[in-house]
């Protein structure tokens, strides 16, 4: 066994090991759950980002910035990552103050309804499971990569990986090994592409040497490689992509059941919200670095097959052999994280939010939960073997089944006093069917959509049309009154002026990321790159009016309005 092999050993084990500790602290159901609603920022934070970073990002999307897209995926504001502040502000906080088991049982309790709550449950077995089965295959590909094993057999062994220790632990093993997968994967990630920047002569020789790769000659602009042979007819159809994405991203950061059911987990409400801030700049940050690496592979090897290789080949070739192991061991964290998260949570909703057990006995309920993992963890493990891996379109097509069915009855769930259990229900209903139904059709080549026509933005559109039209044909029960009305109580016990002022300070972390991002980028890449592609003006000014210029300066546009907001929306909340 090779050092890459070791180390991936080693962590595997250390994380099983992690959960066996853990699952011998379940006493009840709150604990298998939602960790007993003990954990502290920390804690949040990690499970947080562990449960998105996960294959799609190190595999797919550092693969799929390698390919072609460079430029674009580390100029960009990472507008996603503010569905974390948004999410926290204007429904996690309500969420926790719930205390729900699951995030489809606070819909059902929210709208007093079985039904809202089974469907709600429905869309979290199909679309998470989707993301499990892809999560599953990248961890069989990099294994199988790694190893002797066979694809076959790496499948096999990447799903007992986490299947062990979630089965047994619950939420209480997630969360801990989520934080520990964490600064695994972000501490090799940033030594990692230290690493490669000061091998290859530091950022602006960089940008010069990607500039000059000719079958690549758009990679570093801020739209990317566009045109024949891609999806983009035009740098105009890939703006307008971006933008669906990022929006259907956010509210998956702000509502999705693996973002949001976090919430339910944490000590108080300003864990929930210093922990979503602080994840907000992570996750950004996080991503610009492996974007940033995915297009620095190039220089190493411009053609590597499949493009989801290339961060596992930069691991091998080009990184020192402990930092490699230590970023193969990194990315396995991340794949296995984001798949005990999803085996978790599909697990939870098949035995608590679609009706098909009901028992008060906790020990039986235990049982049975930890028996639904187990069904449905084979279900995904028999379709990882039958179905072709296509780890980056499958996790983006999830995503926006998210943002189209829970993204408008997620929020005014929270804001709307007129939201009837009808409209919650055929909204959630409305927004799956119209994403799913054309993206089906464009996926067998019945369909051509244009960016305009997205599917996530036809289901978003038809789930909050119909969620506003049943709203206005039927009546508002009293429970749901009651509910919505209690729901807005802040407990007295989250006043608390030292907390406030130290969820204040995380604030302020959204405000600095926003002033030093935009000169960051400026010196460091916009203005090597017009040096390379000769758009500087004839005195050697900067010209302000590219594509790349513009996306710099909107950190600046996008954190710092967005940090001033959270911090006077925090004061007003709790303060005395």
């Given at each position: 066994m090779d050092i890459y092999t070791v180390t991936i050993a080693i962590s595997i084990l250390v994380y099983i090991a992690i959960g066996?500790?853990?699952?011998?602290?379940?006493?009840?159901?709150?604990?298998?759950?939602?960790?007993?609603?003990?954990?502290?920022?920390?804690?949040?934070l990690g499970t947080l980002v562990a449960s998105v970073m996960s294959s799609t990002m190190f595999l797919g999307e550092a693969g799929f910035s390698y390919a072609g897209q460079a430029g674009p995926y580390v100029l960009f504001p990472q507008t996603a990552c503010i569905g974390y502040v948004i999410g926290a502000l204007f429904f996690g906080r309500y969420l926790r103050r719930s205390r729900a088991t699951t995030v489809a049982d606070f819909f059902g309790q929210r709208f007093n309804s079985t039904r809202v709550?089974?469907?709600?449950?429905?869309?979290?077995?199909?679309?998470?499971?989707?993301?499990?089965?892809?999560?599953?295959?990248?961890?069989?590909?990099?294994?199988?990569?790694?190893?002797?094993?066979?694809?076959?057999?790496?499948?096999?062994?990447?799903?007992?990986?986490?299947?062990?220790?979630?089965?047994?632990?619950?939420?209480?093993?997630?969360?801990?090994?989520?934080?520990?997968?964490?600064?695994?994967?972000?501490?090799?990630?940033?030594?990692?592409?230290?690493?490669?920047?000061?091998?290859?002569?530091?950022?602006?020789?960089?940008?010069?040497?990607?500039?000059?790769?000719?079958?690549?000659?758009?990679?570093?602009?801020?739209?990317?490689?566009?045109?024949?042979?891609?999806?983009?007819?035009?740098?105009?159809?890939y703006l307008i992509w971006a933008l669906v994405i990022d929006f259907s991203w956010m509210l998956v950061y702000s509502v999705s059941p693996w973002q949001s059911s976090r919430h339910l987990m944490a000590k108080n409400e300003h864990v929930v919200l210093r922990a979503a801030i602080i994840a907000c700049v992570v996750v950004a940050l996080l991503q610009v670095m492996v974007y940033g690496m995915g297009g620095v592979i190039n220089l190493g090897k411009s053609d590597i097959e499949p493009y989801e290789s290339a961060t596992i080949w930069a691991s091998l070739y080009m990184l020192p052999k402990v930092l490699g192991a230590l970023m193969l061991a990194g990315i396995v964290a991340a794949i296995l994280s984001s798949a005990s998260t999803f085996l978790s949570l599909v697990g939870f909703s098949a035995s608590n939010d679609i009706g098909i057990h009901k028992s008060l006995d906790e020990k039986k309920t235990l049982f049975f939960s930890r028996a639904m993992m187990l069904v449905i963890g084979l279900l995904v493990l028999a379709a990882a073997f039958l179905f072709?891996?296509?780890?980056?379109?499958?996790?983006?097509?999830?995503?926006?089944?998210?943002?189209?069915?829970?993204?408008?009855?997620?929020?005014?769930s929270i804001w709307s006093k007129r939201i009837t259990e009808s409209a919650a229900f055929w909204g959630m209903l409305s927004g799956l069917v119209c994403n799913v139904v054309p993206k089906f059709f464009e996926f067998i080549g019945m369909l051509d959509l244009s960016s305009y026509l997205d599917p996530a933005i036809i289901g978003a559109v038809a789930s909050l049309i119909v969620t506003i039209a049943v709203s206005r044909v039927t009546f508002v029960s009293n429970e749901e009154k009651a509910y919505i009305q209690k729901l807005h109580q802040t407990p007295a016990d989250e006043i608390n002026s030292k907390r406030t002022r130290n969820t204040c300070l995380a604030s302020g972390v959204l405000i600095a990321n926003g002033l030093i991002m935009p000169p960051v980028l400026i010196n460091y890449y916009v203005r090597p790159y017009q040096s390379a592609t000769g758009t500087l003006f004839s005195d050697g000014s900067l010209n302000w009016f590219t594509g790349e210029a513009m996306l710099a300066l909107s950190w600046f546009v996008l954190y710092v309005p967005l940090g001033i907001f959270a911090m006077r929306a925090i004061r007003k909340n709790y303060s005395r």
């Open positions: 066996g500790y853990a699952g011998r602290g379940i006493k009840q159901l709150d604990d298998y759950y939602v960790a007993g609603r003990r954990a502290p920022t920390l804690i949040i709550q089974a469907l709600a449950g429905f869309t979290i077995i199909l679309a998470l499971g989707g993301y499990l089965l892809a999560v599953t295959q990248g961890a069989g590909i990099l294994l199988s990569q790694l190893s002797d094993l066979s694809y076959a057999e790496a499948l096999v062994v990447a799903w007992l990986s986490y299947t062990l220790f979630t089965i047994y632990s619950g939420s209480r093993g997630v969360i801990l090994t989520d934080t520990l997968m964490f600064l695994l994967f972000t501490f090799a990630s940033f030594f990692a592409i230290v690493f490669l920047v000061d091998h290859f002569g530091g950022w602006p020789s960089i940008i010069e040497d990607l500039v000059a790769i000719e079958d690549k000659a758009d990679l570093m602009s801020w739209h990317g490689i566009v045109g024949s042979g891609t999806e983009w007819p035009t740098a105009t159809d072709p891996p296509d780890i980056f379109w499958l996790t983006t097509f999830i995503a926006t089944v998210f943002a189209s069915s829970w993204g408008p009855v997620g929020f005014m």
